[in-house]
T-cell receptor, first 114, second 113 residues
Framework: GAGVSQSPSNKVTEKGKDVELRCDPI?????LYWYRQSLGQGLEFLIY????????KSGLPSDRFSAERTGGSVSTLTIQRTQQEDSAVYLC????????????FGPGTRLTVT | KNQVEQSPQSLIILEGKNCTLQ??????????LRWYKQDTGRGPVSLTI?????NTKSNGRYTATLDADTKQSSLHITASQLSDSASYIC????????????FGAGTTVTVRA
């Protein structure tokens, strides 16, 4: 596809359950980012992957959050034992040094924890 | 405390009118400043990017200004259209190599016929 895609678009889960959110970056983009957007708040950085380098996990809010990027392409953000405060839109972006690291965003996954 | 503050939080304008959105930042070291447009249910889309040395950048009816001395930026929308209804987010890139972004909370613009 031409842009960043994310799935699912919406996810409703019960408190305490684990969820996995998927991101397919633009083909050839070496950098991938995860953000969280809560209602009325600015986007919050979660994690950054760049090529084969160790990811920057400095934004992950707790050890219930983890992410991996397989084969330098698709990424999965996993939230374990979800809490109601995890409810938010989770956005993924990718970028390439070829375009000055301009970040292209996916449509996001809206997560609702009941 | 958020390092990127935007105002107003929201505004309503009539189709065809102009409006200006404000952004103040304290992020350092500054790499570049971006304005994004986010339609409801979509991811943000870049409108303009300005480096330290640039003080104005246009993209169609959108014109962004930057005063790096006062750490202020504005986004001016000319002759607004209904499709301009969206959230406009000011984003400051900092650090090296400049991949870390600090986001404002956004200004929600509603254009009415």
């Amino acid at each position: 596809g031409a842009g960043v895609s994310q799935s699912p678009s919406n996810k409703v889960t019960e408190k305490g359950k684990d969820v996995e959110l998927r991101c397919d970056p633009i083909s050839g983009h070496t950098a991938l980012y995860w953000y969280r957007q809560s209602l009325g708040q600015g986007l919050e950085f979660l994690i950054y992957f760049q090529g084969n380098s160790a990811p920057d996990k400095s934004g992950l809010p707790s050890d219930r959050f983890s992410a991996e990027r397989t084969g330098g392409s698709v990424s999965t953000l996993t939230i374990q034992r979800t809490q109601q405060e995890d409810s938010a839109v989770y956005l993924c972006a990718s970028s390439s040094p070829a375009n000055g690291y301009e970040q292209y965003f996916g449509p996001g996954t809206r997560l609702t924890v009941t | 405390k958020n390092q990127v503050e935007q105002s107003p939080q929201s505004l309503i304008i009539l189709e065809g009118k102009n409006c200006t959105l404000q952004c103040n930042y304290t992020v350092s070291p500054f790499s570049n400043l971006r304005w994004y447009k986010q339609d409801t249910g979509r991811g943000p889309v870049s409108l303009t990017i300005m480096t330290f040395s640039e003080n104005t950048k246009s993209n169609g009816r959108y014109t962004a200004t930057l005063d790096a001395d006062t750490k202020q930026s504005s986004l001016h929308i000319t002759a607004s259209q209904l499709s301009d209804s969206a959230s406009y987010i000011c984003v400051v890139s900092f650090g090296s190599p400049g991949y870390k972004l600090s986001f404002g909370a956004g200004t929600t613009v509603t254009v009415r016929a």
